[in-house]
């Protein structure tokens, strides 16, 4: 993309907005402002460009005397569609090779593949959706559970631009304010309130702070969170695990085509995703260099999660054991839950300490309990603002808007001149843009896209 | 299904119609009596039942309060849909997640998940499409060359099932008239020429053994050619196999998800697929037992070859030896093209038999030769009827009106009395009707569906 950016716009593209592979149907999809008028060409039935917008019409794709599919042509006049163009949607049976034909026949007539996401990119650049709508499209796509769902919803949905853009407001009628004093500077008046602003921009700044503060929780909640089950060999690690993760993923595979390859123990309760992460090497003295590596290893791990189950065999392990194992994990940031397995061979009531959840993975008991500590340890974490951060780039720019708006602040305070105040104002109002797209660059907007699916 | 076949019909039904995954797109087919009605309480946006058939509808699907969803529904108002029921399609994000919300969400309202095929079972049933164009849907899917797609679309466009019906009527006309001697058999009337009859019968039974013969061909392009490359080792079989295959797989890969990994290596020619078969342990003469089995599975491979590509040095080979070499094949029921490979590294010119062709498989010369005399030898085969056999059904169904027809014409022969006549040429008119479906059983149209994707 880059410097092509914009002159690429006039071409009217295609591509298969459907997964790849053989299924019942596939969707094959065509915008720009020959996109009726190429669609027409090929398409024998009705005559496309006479027929009203949202309409859908049967007939064959053909190829000169040979017919290549009998489809149905979903028709978008611009600007009523997803891209503000012209689209004709064709849906078409599911197979590769039929795909393939049309494709390769539309790009005969004179279409171009689209480039990944090049279909949300136009819909920005014509104001269909702000930038941080376009990304949740990509998040909302992403999705895997309840949660990030949720999120991603809720920022497709304007709601994150709209706060910016509240916020914005704002700050920019106090930096016209700024801005008109400049323009009277000689007779040295102050139309705008110190007073007034240092409210403003501290009310905005903690605002930002609350975004910023979401961002781990949001992060984790996008990507799941880091979970590592630690425990002494035949604690009962791996029957945990498998009674964790078996148990969900029977709900999860309940509809076909659910498969999720990349994180192998990923599970999910009420909604939110937790990331089981092994430590199989952890015990307290390595024997030898190797096992050194290995417990290395499992202490960066132990560093990076969001909650450590400690699982210990009840049998063995006496109150004041557990006390002193438990010391081994004070020093992460971690919540750290002791999990006290094997309760049903007890023959003797334990007296652990207050945060131990007592189970039996073998025999599936006390799991309920030890799911819904999960649950809580996750959401005492969340942060109340409706709004929540999952984006890097989001939390970077409102990390510099911060940044800025703690120097104005500061200038405030040692009273500077009004045309500096102005200066950082409007620095802190460009980060803010950066979020919807305000301002942007093309290569912003090519590595943006670049991550989109091609047909979306 | 079995018994319930039938009385499942009044379930409104729900699938994903898309291929499983993430993508841009997914779509979700709704079809039923109720399909409008449920789809109605979960879209927020317009009143989907008071809209036109096929139009497009902007919404949201909802669970409460909670946003699972924005959608695009399309309506097809019955009986102008692909199940001539009513019918929703919901074009949601591509997101796995979501699909498997809304359809939770659909199951929760009464719909049932869709068994595979059941949408073209209703179509069938609901007389949108005969049996064998119905098959020709699944076969239109699975089509991944240009002639095993031309086959399948001629078929679901009814052309078969068109020829079926002729062929019925025909009979069906012959075969009242000698029923309606039957009510004067006291009489002794004959209503129908026996000399007709004989004339009509041939023809028929003509066209039949045209159908049939057809099927080898279908069924070889439908699977592909099952082409051999034989040939001593440093022959050059591997580079010859790298030279069709790799320029062929760069046009396949031209378009995104056309990866075909159950047959490694099969390439396409003028839409004909080869299906290249690897007999790497081809020798003459076995060193011991386990080369003995190595080159019996060979054997068999050639046993089923329709083309033996015979490889072989032309540096190392002189004509003498080549019809010696040759004569290994004789037995077998393959068109047999013997192949010269190195022939930029002959000092003199070479004259094997006229059916040799003389490429440089590292040099990649005569491969277009080559590449012709492959279709060729297929085009050789290919019989002269616009209709060709490809669906096994099909195949014994026709097998069996054969033989019924020469029964009849048989019993002519021996003028036997119109009461046999007519029960013959009524099993004759039972087997083409199982073709298009006017006579089926449940366990045949399970079995038939079952073959099916889920969505379609």
Chains 1, 2 share one sequence.
């Not at 801005?179 to 501290?202: I, T």
Request: glycine content about 6%.
């Amino acid at each position: 993309m880059g410097a092509h950016l914009h002159s690429d716009l006039n071409d009217t593209i295609c591509a298969l907005a459907t997964p790849a592979g053989t299924g019942a149907i596939g969707v094959i999809r065509v915008s720009g402002s020959r996109a009726i008028e190429i669609v027409n060409i090929l398409f024998k039935g009705k005559d496309l460009a006479a027929q009203a917008s949202h309409t859908i019409h049967f007939g064959k794709i053909t190829d000169g005397s040979r017919i290549i599919d009998e489809v149905l042509a979903s028709l978008f006049v611009a600007p009523k569609s997803y891209t503000g163009e012209h689209t004709v949607e064709l849906s078409c049976h599911g197979s590769t090779y039929i795909q393939q034909q049309i494709l390769q026949l539309l790009v005969q007539h004179d279409c171009r593949l689209a480039k990944p996401g090049e279909f949300t990119l136009r819909a920005f650049l014509n104001k269909k959706l702000d930038l941080s709508q376009a990304e949740a499209v990509a998040d909302l796509i992403a999705s895997d559970s309840a949660e990030s769902h949720k999120m991603a919803m809720q920022q497709m949905r304007g709601g994150f631009g709209a706060q910016i853009n509240q916020m914005r407001t704002q700050l920019v009628n106090f930096a016209s304010l700024i801005e008109l004093e400049l323009d009277f500077s000689e007779e040295d008046v102050e139309f705008a309130a110190r007073e007034e602003l240092l409210v403003l921009v501290s009310q905005i700044a903690a605002l930002i702070q609350n975004l910023l503060d979401s961002f781990n929780y949001g992060n984790a909640i996008k990507n799941g969170i880091p979970t590592v089950i630690a425990g002494k060999p035949n604690a009962g690690k791996s029957t945990l695990l498998n009674a964790l993760i078996n148990e969900e993923r029977a709900i999860v595979s309940d509809i076909a085509g659910t498969t999720r390859d990349t994180i192998e123990e990923a599970f999910v309760i009420d909604g939110i995703t937790f990331r089981l992460i092994d430590t199989a090497g952890i015990r307290q003295h390595a024997s030898d260099a190797i096992e050194e590596i290995g417990i290395e290893r499992a202490f960066e791990k132990l560093q990076k999660a969001s909650i450590i189950m400690y699982v210990f065999d009840a049998t063995l392990t006496t109150a004041e054991q557990l006390t002193e194992e438990l010391k081994l994990f004070s020093s992460y940031p971690a919540i750290v839950i002791p999990v006290a397995n094997k309760t049903d061979a007890l023959t003797h009531t334990s007296a652990f300490n207050q945060e131990t959840v007592s189970i039996s993975a073998k025999n599936n008991i006390g799991m309920e309990l030890l799911k819904q500590r999960l649950v809580v340890a996750v959401r005492k974490d969340e942060i109340k603002n409706d709004i929540i951060i999952t984006n890097l780039r989001h939390y970077e720019a409102l990390k510099h808007t911060a940044d800025t708006l703690q120097q104005v602040l500061n200038g405030i305070d040692m009273r500077i001149s009004g045309e500096l105040l102005a200066l950082d104002i409007r620095k802190a109002l460009f980060h803010l843009a950066e979020i919807t797209g305000e301002v942007t660059t093309d290569d912003l907007l090519a590595n943006i896209f670049s991550k989109f699916c091609i047909g979306k």
